[in-house]
């Protein structure tokens, strides 16, 4: 295989597999659940633009993050460093199941007895943000655009790979979110517990792989 199809295809794999454990959608989706209630329509208009927003927030982060954080004199192997111990953190609070119940009660009561309209308004907080795609998903996006090469091709190639690989991140939540009512009944309670405990543990070693990859660029060890 060509080695720049390899790149694009390992990096196109790569976004999904390290955002998807991050955001856990499957944790989120009582929150969207409770806000539609059982209007399959709005989950549906809401679900889309949920992952509208959720693919732009993605995106900019990957492509803008780095740029931004130089303004401020904060170096890549530090972004890293600081992401992986967010995600580190994420991922140790799923695993010992304490989760935001002040947040997803608020997000659930400020939806009752407000008309579609604003429903779908209101989509971006606090569904996407800071249920969705939240600090620990924005530190990753950034860690992951931080590794687009600056040669043209392969620049050309990684924003490819950010578009396409938010994309099929987007794709994944609207599917979960617009079934989110069908996917809770089928997993019941143990069931969504025990794919939270699953996602968390893989999010630990996402974590601790984005750590050591800052840890190792600071010191100039190669692996």
Same mark, same amino acid.
């Given at each position: 295989?060509?080695?720049?199809? +390899?790149?694009?295809?390992? &990096? ?8 998807? *454990?991050?955001?856990?959608?499957? +944790? ?13 329509? #709005? ?16 995106? /900019? +982060?990957?492509?803008? &993050? ?8 904060? +170096? ?6 600081? &992401? ?24 659930? $009561? $400020? ?36 590794? @687009?090469?600056?040669? *043209? ?15 099929? /991140? ?5 599917? @979960? ?17 025990? #794919? ?9 070693? @996402?974590?601790? $792989?984005? #750590?050591?990859?800052?840890?190792? $660029? ?6």
């Amino acid at each position: 295989m060509d080695p720049l199809i +390899s790149w694009f295809v390992h &990096g196109l794999l790569l976004v999904p597999v390290t955002l998807l *454990p991050i955001i856990n959608p499957l +944790s989120t989706a009582p929150v969207f659940a409770a806000t539609v209630g059982s209007n399959r329509d #709005m989950a549906k208009r809401l679900a889309r633009q949920v992952a509208i927003n959720a693919w732009f927030v993605m995106v /900019v +982060s990957m492509l803008i &993050g780095t740029y931004v954080l130089a303004l401020f004199g904060i +170096s890549l192997p530090v972004v890293r460093i600081g &992401g992986g111990l967010l995600v580190v953190a994420t991922a140790w609070q799923m695993l010992h199941h304490v989760e935001d119940e002040d947040m997803h009660a608020l997000a659930a $009561e $400020e939806a009752v007895a407000l008309p579609d309209a604003e429903i779908v308004q209101r989509s971006f907080f606090p569904i996407t943000f800071p249920l969705t795609t939240g600090p620990g998903t924005i530190a990753a996006s950034i860690a992951l655009g931080a590794k @687009i090469p600056h040669e *043209p091709v392969k620049y050309v190639l990684g924003v490819l790979v950010a578009v396409c690989g938010a994309a099929i /991140v987007s794709l994944a939540l609207y599917l @979960i979110f617009r079934h989110s009512i069908a996917v809770l009944a089928w997993l019941g309670r143990i069931g969504t517990l025990v #794919m939270i405990r699953l996602m968390a543990f893989i999010l630990l070693c @996402i974590g601790i $792989e984005i #750590m050591w990859t800052g840890w190792a $660029e600071l010191n100039g060890i190669s692996y």
